[in-house]
């Protein structure tokens, strides 16, 4: 008498990243400009985590520059940004001001024949970010959005999910990143000169992880369309936005508020499953993957929290030492593509900048 036969289940073990060690990367000798409270943060992870050599840092405030410079074990204190690009003992510079200058500062740093990471956002509009890349273009040199997501270990292991085809077709993405932030009308965040508003200095992050699931999945990385709705500030930039855009056959729904607290989460829902990155998916962290009634989790990280930042300078040096001009996991054309989905949200929402180019 024959049984039932029991169907077999899904390996469901996540694929293991392939991200290199960053302590394996060869050292380059950085200088960085503007020294606020993210350059703290990299330039700690830096020391800790890799072998490049952090040699200069550049501000209009020697006070600033001198104390940053004590505290990261840097030889040279430059008090302006002109003299930081013209070291002629740096190689790359990391361009850490607000993205409402990161378009001068960068270019200041190409013309000088330097590689370059530039803090997300990249600049405040795409026709910027379009300067910038032909710049480094014709300068030879490699540019860099420094969107450290892409290059954290568990961003991998979701694009390997995404490139075996795990989930099958891909249908929904989601992502969100909303926190409550002060409300001082001065603070840089509100302020329409310095590109304030959360589309920019947060929201950038989930249109960045919808873009690069595009990429991973085979799907179109220029959007198919882009339907937006948000709330200003009193001074007029964007306090909250939500976005529908569409990547060919799949939508992705996007989130971002300095008004409510979100809970930082990356979902990608396809024909056979999910893959959802925990809580606070912008740092290092874990992921889970879901077909049918069967789950498998991956969460190894050896490097936690800001320490994740050392993951892109690593990268920069090692494909600088490979002869490249342009990062594979980040591409220009995607971070000006990025730029244009957030310009058209800025236009539907309502927000201009004084001077924008």
């Known amino acids: 008498m024959g049984g039932c036969q029991a169907v077999p289940m899904p390996d469901l073990t996540l694929p293991e ?17 503007a020294p606020g409270h993210i350059a703290g943060h990299w330039a ?17 405030s020697p006070e600033r520059a001198a104390a940053f410079a004590r505290e990261h074990g840097m030889d040279r204190v430059h008090t302006s940004y002109d003299a930081l690009v013209d070291d002629p003992g740096v190689d790359a510079v990391y361009v850490a001001s607000p993205h409402s200058h990161h378009r001068d500062h960068a ?36 540019l860099m959005e420094a969107m450290w997501t892409r290059y954290l270990p568990h961003t991998d292991v979701v694009r390997r999910v995404l490139e075996d085809g795990l989930l099958g077709d891909v249908h929904r993405i989601t992502a969100d990143y909303g926190v409550r932030a002060v409300q001082d009308p001065t603070h840089r965040l509100l302020d329409p000169a310095l590109a304030g508003g959360v589309l920019l200095d947060l929201g950038i992050y989930p249109l960045s992880f919808a873009s690069s699931v595009a990429r991973a999945a085979g799907l179109p990385v220029r959007p198919t369309g882009v339907q937006a709705a948000g709330s200003l500030t009193s001074t007029g930039v964007d306090a909250q936005v939500s976005a529908q855009i569409g990547y060919g056959p ?4 996007v989130f971002t508020s300095m008004l409510t607290a ?26 889970s993957l879901t077909i049918g009634t069967q789950a498998g989790t991956w969460d190894a990280n050896r490097i936690h929290g800001y320490g994740g930042l050392c993951f892109q300078a ?3 040096a090692t494909y600088a030492a490979e002869g490249r001009t342009d990062s594979p996991l980040l591409p220009l054309d995607e971070t000006v593509t990025i730029l244009e989905t957030a310009d058209e949200i800025r236009r539907q929402v309502g927000v201009v900048y004084p001077n924008e180019t």
Request: net charge positive; glycine share 8%.
């Open 17 to 33: 990243p392939r991200t290199p060690d960053p302590a394996d990367a060869p050292p380059l000798r950085w200088g960085v400009l």
């Open 44 to 60: 700690a992870a830096v020391r800790e985590h890799t072998r490049q050599g952090l040699v200069a840092v550049g501000s209009r």
């Open 107 to 142: 270019l200041l740093a190409l013309r000088a024949g330097k590689h370059v990471l530039v803090e997300k956002a990249f600049t405040r509009n795409a026709a910027e970010a379009r300067e910038l890349v032909s710049a480094a273009r014709d300068a030879g040199v490699l």
């Open 250 to 253: 799949a939508q992705a729904q």
């Open 262 to 287: 979100s809970g930082h989460t990356a979902r990608v829902y396809g024909s056979l499953g999910r893959i959802e990155v925990d809580d606070r998916c912008y740092v290092p962290a874990g992921v």
């Open 314 to 316: 690593a990268a920069l």
